[in-house]
């Protein structure tokens, strides 16, 4: 069964650092890696979509990195800003070779604050 | 905006009521989801459709049922619900269940009392 793991839980810096958050998972034969933010009470936006032939996407002040063969991603997020707080979510999508696991599993997520 | 819409946002419901999640996607997809979020864990799924078929069922007691009558909508429908069935529940759809990038509603935070 695969299990996804962030770290840390939860992350508090000053506004204008560079931070990085981290994601493992268990089955490294995975298709795909998203990158999710969550505002309190509110639904998920999607960061970035890496597939499991890809090292990295980015999208302006993210990137992302994917190596597969040790189960590992991280979020880079260059100069925080205060509205960058919110809690990110990892989630993999495992092969299609794997037919009972074709949604996404989540890890419990990262809660950023970024202070002002 | 993702394109994923539901309604209500916000419900409490008693043990012995009888409500309905709707979600409804803008976005041409075919295959739609549903998640529970509870406090402290991971998003968990629940549901998924495929071209109106359900292809998964995560071991989801049967006090909750789904409906898809089309590829646009989805329901979650709930009877003799208990408290700690209260969460978040979290609908999202993709292009199809093959490894597409998921977009997700905002959410209906349920309260059971």
């Known amino acids: 069964k695969q299990e996804v793991t962030q770290i840390p839980a939860a992350l508090s810096v000053p506004e204008g650092e560079n931070l990085v958050l981290n994601c493992s998972f268990t089955d490294s034969a995975i298709y795909n890696l998203q990158w999710f933010r969550q505002d309190p009470g509110k639904g998920l936006t999607s960061l970035l979509l890496i597939q499991s032939s890809q090292r990295e996407q980015t999208s302006g002040r993210l990137n992302a990195s994917l190596d597969k063969s040790s189960g590992r991603s991280t979020l880079y997020i260059a100069a925080s800003q205060p509205g960058d707080s919110a809690t990110y979510l990892c989630?993999?999508?495992?092969?299609?070779?794997?037919?009972?696991?074709?949604?996404?599993?989540f890890g419990s997520g990262t809660r950023l604050q970024v202070q002002p | 905006e993702t394109g994923v819409t539901q309604t209500p946002r916000h419900l409490v419901m008693g043990m012995t009521n009888k409500k309905s999640l709707k979600c409804e996607q803008h976005l041409g997809h075919n295959a739609m989801y549903w998640y529970k979020q509870s406090a402290k864990k991971p998003l968990e799924l629940m549901f998924v459709?495929?071209?109106?078929?359900?292809?998964e069922n995560n071991s989801v007691p049967s006090r909750f049922s789904p409906e898809c009558p089309n590829s646009s909508h989805l329901f979650l429908h709930l009877h003799t619900l208990q408290p700690e069935d209260s969460a978040l529940y979290l609908c999202a759809s993709s292009q199809d269940q093959a490894h597409q990038e998921q977009y997700f509603g905002p959410g209906t935070r349920l309260t059971v009392t």
């Open positions: 459709y495929n071209f109106k078929e359900q292809t």
């Open positions: 989630a993999v999508r495992l092969s299609w070779k794997d037919t009972g696991r074709r949604a996404l599993t």
